[in-house]
């Protein structure tokens, strides 16, 4: 009788320890695409102030 309580107990503790982990890797990922937004929006943002800075100096150039 032992026996089956054991593996019973055992497999209840797997199965927690990976829904432990499950949960980990959710939010995890969760993090991981919120700092992917963030650098999608600072690449955006870069993007436009470099375009701005590019226009800014062609008509610099073209009033020498």
Known sequence: MFWPMFAIAVGFAGIAVL?????????E??????QVSDSARRISRAA???ESAAVTTAGSVDAL
């Open 19 to 27: 829904g432990v982990l499950a949960v980990r890797v959710f939010l």
């Open 29 to 34: 990922a969760e993090r991981l695409g919120r």
């Open 48 to 50: 436009e102030d470099l």
